[in-house]
């Protein structure tokens, strides 16, 4: 899908690739702004390559956690705009950011090519009254590009929980248990995990534990932002 007028979501600039939507000057700033963070919970720490405290102390059960930046302006504003007012154009921008985040590491040798694609899922209201899934609309592409299998029905919501925005970490992770449900083949797999925005982890450990429970082999976390 063309970007509008072909201009840069962020500076506005004449944009040379109009399907990358987001020029190179910006992608740049966007993708070194990220502070020294740990390899494992992505929050901020001494190393990029040795977990942090907190890691050693509660090892989370995912191996990787990667993201774009921290949920902060000119980033958030875009992944709100995809996820509540409609902007589903930006899906493949923000996946590209996604993408460029992940050959980084994967350079840097921190970070191994998944095997399966799976999304967060919506339950099936929420699903119905938003029209979309954000992070569907994330993962169709990044599993594309990669070259690997995805599938947008391995993940399974089956009950319907309170927002998770209205409640503490403690409440976060109650309020999850036994609200997913996993139909994909993931044993023996290194599956890449991917959602939007990663608050207190809540969600993915819950689905991670659920996927580690049926033998995937690790569990990659992609998020387009972080909250730090």
Not at 50 to 73: A, F, H, I, N, Q
Not at 88 to 102: E, I, M, P, Q
Not at 191 to 215: K, N, Y
Request: charged share 20%; with cysteine; hydrophobic share 40%.
């Amino acid at each position: 899908m063309l970007t509008i007028n072909a201009l840069c979501w962020l500076c506005q600039q004449p944009l040379w690739f109009s399907r990358q939507g987001i020029c190179r000057c910006c992608a740049d700033y966007l993708l070194n702004r990220r502070e020294t963070c740990c390899p494992r919970c992505g929050l901020p720490a001494g190393s990029r390559r040795l977990c942090c405290g907190r890691c050693l102390l509660k090892t989370p059960p995912w191996e990787s956690l990667l993201y774009v930046t921290d949920y902060r302006p000119p980033l958030s504003g875009l992944v709100k705009k995809l996820k509540y007012q409609g902007g589903t154009g930006l899906a493949r921008v923000l996946a590209r950011l996604l993408l460029l985040r992940w050959l980084e590491e994967r350079h840097l040798h921190r970070c191994d090519k998944p095997d399966l694609v799976l999304n967060v899922p919506l339950h099936t209201y929420r699903h119905w009254r938003r029209g979309y899934n954000q992070t569907d609309l994330l993962a169709r592409p990044l599993a594309r590009w990669l070259g690997v299998e995805y599938l947008s029905l391995g993940l399974e919501r089956i009950r319907a929980v309170v927002p998770q925005q209205t409640l503490h970490a403690g409440d976060r992770r109650r309020n999850l248990h036994g609200a997913f449900a996993c139909h994909a083949d993931v044993a023996g797999k290194t599956v890449a995990l991917v959602d939007d925005v990663i608050t207190t982890g809540s969600t993915m450990d819950e689905i991670t534990h659920i996927l580690l429970a049926q033998r995937a082999r690790a569990v990659q976390v992609w998020s387009v932002c972080r909250t730090l």
